[in-house]
């Protein structure tokens, strides 16, 4: 058993004595999606006010430092590749023939047309090294009871200032999500419409996305597929891959 799952087994033993901190809860959400290495299948639609397109694509994630993207579908867009490596994040696109580095106010412009930015693509899965987390209330969410908890930034180098969580109480696991602007501006949204099991753990398959400040009913984002602790040639992080 991994020092992950040691610590969402602790924590589910330990809430029926007494009810664990809100960063406690935090960091048990953390360690339920936390793999060394994955391979992800991936399809979004974005659903636009007129019509909808879908999207999909094939990731390669090491940690939380490195990734790597292929979009396979529509034709327009087959052949794009993406590749993060640390807080770098680079962009090929086959139209052009060119590798572009997106960085600065090019990280918030949304990715495809959908409703996830550049910026989201980048975040770190994991919110407890960024957040401080406490228990405001309780509420059921998609028949599932869940905790609510409010998110402070510990500091600026994040992208959404302040946010709020519906966490299963069982699975540990985000129901919904709210994310806001240092203003108090509500700037996306997250709802978790199908949860599996997923080797030993749990994992939300399909999403939707709601930027709030576009028009459209929000992007879905649904997981095809997925191996988790998968074996990933380091060649496969390497700006070569872009051209290949």
Same mark, same amino acid.
């Given at each position: 058993?991994?020092?992950?799952? &040691?610590?969402?087994?602790?924590?589910?033993?330990?809430? +029926?004595?007494?009810?664990?901190?809100?960063?406690?809860?935090?960091?048990?959400?953390?360690?339920?999606?936390?793999?060394? %290495?994955?391979?992800?299948?991936?399809?979004? @639609?974005?659903?636009?006010?007129?019509?909808?397109?879908?999207?999909?694509? +094939?990731?390669?994630?090491?940690?939380?430092?490195?990734?790597?993207?292929? =979009?396979?579908?529509?034709?327009?867009? !087959?052949?794009?590749?993406? $590749?993060? $490596?640390?807080?770098?994040?680079? @962009?090929?696109?086959?139209?052009?023939?060119?590798?572009?580095?997106?960085?600065?106010?090019?990280?918030?412009?949304?990715?495809?047309?959908?409703?996830?930015?550049?910026?989201?693509?980048?975040?770190?899965?994991? +919110?407890?090294? =960024?957040?401080?987390?406490?228990?405001?209330?309780?509420?059921? &969410?998609?028949?599932?009871?869940?905790?609510?908890?409010? $998110?402070?930034?510990?500091?600026?180098?994040?992208?959404?200032?302040?946010?709020?969580?519906?966490?299963?109480?069982?699975?540990?696991?985000?129901?919904?999500?709210?994310?806001?602007?240092?203003?108090?501006?509500?700037?996306?949204?997250?709802?978790?419409?199908? &949860?599996?099991?997923?080797?030993?753990?749990?994992? !939300?398959?399909? +999403? &939707?996305?709601?930027?709030?400040?576009?028009?459209?009913?929000?992007?879905?984002?649904?997981?095809?597929?997925?191996?988790? %602790?998968?074996?990933?040639?380091?060649?496969?992080?390497?700006?070569?891959?872009?051209?290949?």
């Amino acid at each position: 058993m991994s020092k992950h799952w &040691v610590l969402v087994l602790s924590l589910s033993l330990n809430s +029926l004595a007494a009810e664990p901190t809100g960063q406690q809860i935090l960091k048990a959400v953390d360690a339920n999606i936390t793999s060394d %290495n994955k391979i992800i299948a991936t399809k979004m @639609i974005v659903r636009g006010r007129r019509s909808s397109r879908t999207i999909e694509s +094939l990731s390669y994630i090491a940690g939380t430092e490195k990734s790597y993207t292929e =979009f396979a579908s529509p034709p327009r867009e !087959a052949g794009t590749k993406m $590749l993060k $490596l640390g807080e770098q994040l680079w @962009i090929y696109s086959p139209q052009t023939d060119r590798t572009l580095l997106i960085s600065g106010h090019m990280l918030r412009q949304s990715v495809m047309g959908s409703d996830l930015s550049y910026e989201d693509m980048m975040e770190d899965p994991q +919110l407890a090294p =960024f957040y401080a987390a406490d228990i405001v209330g309780e509420a059921i &969410v998609a028949d599932r009871s869940c905790w609510i908890l409010a $998110l402070a930034s510990k500091s600026q180098d994040v992208a959404y200032s302040s946010r709020k969580l519906w966490v299963d109480k069982e699975r540990f696991i985000i129901m919904q999500e709210e994310r806001f602007a240092r203003s108090g501006v509500a700037l996306k949204s997250l709802q978790v419409r199908q &949860v599996q099991r997923q080797q030993g753990r749990w994992v !939300a398959t399909h +999403l &939707v996305f709601k930027d709030q400040l576009l028009a459209g009913e929000g992007t879905e984002f649904i997981i095809t597929s997925l191996q988790l %602790n998968a074996e990933i040639p380091d060649h496969i992080f390497t700006k070569s891959m872009l051209r290949k």
